[in-house]
């Protein structure tokens, strides 16, 4: 059911957007606000507030999970949507904030105009979705559905050492309600596009069709720390070597895969990290992403034969660690296809397009019928101080969730 005489307001929700910023600022922009850290804390309370003053019922649960739900003519299953407000260390206004404070502003926009739906809207903020701090990211939202047991969760170490389950406690946020509940009839995310390919395409809306898959493993090289002046080459055992060969290695993976594929190196440590010390041990995280599994799957066999191969060569032993693993998602194409058509109705250009990033949505996709809409990101930029995105494409973001979830709140089904 459509009503068009119900709007957005994008100032409204900019503003939140903004008040939610500056919690955990960073000087010249940006915000870093870890998942349950002090500014995590803060973030947490003034949602909880806003919820409140909307008359949603919040609820809390064990793994720190908020949900703000406002009730439907009939009781049952809600319509989901939300994302996530913990970021990265040097994150930006938008990523997962956006998907929240955008259902926040559905249920504003719903109260100021006296409606009640048929069914419950519930606005969703799932813990640790980077997993910036703790592994793997997705927490929440794996928790709430199932396939990540809340011990296991609540024991994960940070990278600082303290456990999930004493941040939660620390912080206020250790819940009473059960995981899991209540069930979704359907899910729903706006998000930043987090890349360039909207913007450059001079596109408003992405209708998101799936989620790459990912792979993330830590490698430990252990070789023997020596002299850097008085060791000849052909007798060094150097961690840091394989390491870099590992690096430049992956660059040539994703080339000769093609395709989607994409390979990263996003840390690597050496020790004693000393100039004139050949490195004894070298740690190496590798993010692997691809829209086919069976790719996905090739990308990580040559990768551990290429290490294997690289450490045997210099006399250095390697450990690997499993961090992440997701298989690629197709979400609902009846979902998809509710945005696709509500961004025409409403006068935006839209294209479909994978996600190439992680998000709750990938995970909810387990259990319901779930889709993402995409707005695009400036320049591309995400994980990044300088992430922005125009205020005319957050409204309309926003304007195509509302109508979409109209559609569902009011529908026989989703």
């Known amino acids: 059911m459509r ?8 100032r409204r929700l900019a503003a939140r957007i903004e008040a939610l910023g500056r919690i955990g600022a960073l000087p010249g922009g940006g915000v870093c606000r870890l998942a349950l850290s002090e500014e995590d804390r803060q973030a947490r309370d003034l949602l909880v507030r806003w919820m ?11 793994i720190g999970n908020i949900f703000g739900l406002r009730r439907g003519r009939e009781t049952g299953p809600p319509i989901m949507t939300g994302s996530h407000i913990d970021t990265v260390r040097t994150g930006g206004l938008y990523d997962g904030a956006l998907g929240v404070l955008a259902g926040l502003e559905v249920a504003e926009v719903l109260n100021r105009a006296g409606i009640e739906t048929r069914h419950p809207l519930m606005v969703a903020a799932f ?5 910036a701090r703790f592994p793997p990211d997705m927490m929440g939202s794996l928790v709430h559905v199932g396939d990540l047991a809340l011990e296991q969760a609540l024991a994960t170490e940070g990278i600082d050492g303290e456990t999930v389950g ?15 509940c209540p069930e979704a009839r359907a899910f729903l995310e706006l998000h930043i596009e987090q890349g360039p390919v909207l913007e450059r395409e001079g596109i408003t809306i992405g209708a998101v069709e799936g989620v790459q898959g990912i792979s993330w493993q ?14 000849p080459m052909a007798m060094r055992r150097d961690a840091g ?19 989607d594929q994409v390979a990263t190196a996003g840390s690597l440590r050496f020790s004693p990290d000393l100039v004139n010390v050949v490195p004894e041990r070298a740690e190496l995280t590798v993010d692997l992403r691809n829209t086919e ?31 992440a693993r997701f298989p690629p998602v197709t979400f609902d194409p009846a979902m998809v296809a509710r945005v696709e058509a ?33 707005v695009p990101s400036v320049g591309g930029v995400s994980h990044n101080v300088e992430e922005f995105t125009r205020p005319e494409d957050v409204t309309a973001g926003a304007a195509v969730l509302l109508e979409v979830l109209l559609e569902l709140l009011e529908g026989e089904g989703p």
């Open 342 to 374: 509500a961004a025409r109705r409403l006068g935006h250009a839209v294209r479909r397009l994978p996600s190439g990033a992680g998000h709750d949505a990938q995970i909810m996709a387990r259990v319901c019928p779930t889709a993402m809409i995409f």
């Open 293 to 323: 599994e069976g790719r996905l799957r090739e990308a990580e066999r040559r990768l551990a034969a290429f290490v294997e191969e690289a450490a045997a060569d210099e006399g250095v032993a390697v450990a690997s660690r499993r961090l």
């Open 218 to 231: 830590a490698f430990t090289f252990r070789g023997r720390s020596s002299h850097a002046g008085t060791t």
């Open 3 to 10: 009503r068009t005489n119900l709007t957005v307001d994008g």
């Open 127 to 131: 813990t640790n979705e980077e997993g």
């Open 241 to 259: 070597l394989v390491a870099a060969r590992t690096v430049a290695f992956l660059r040539r993976l994703a080339a000769e895969i093609g395709g």
């Open 52 to 62: 409140e003053e909307l008359g949603l019922e919040v609820r809390i649960d064990a």
């Open 166 to 180: 004493s941040c939660l406690a620390r912080i206020g946020y250790a819940g009473k309600a059960p995981v899991g």
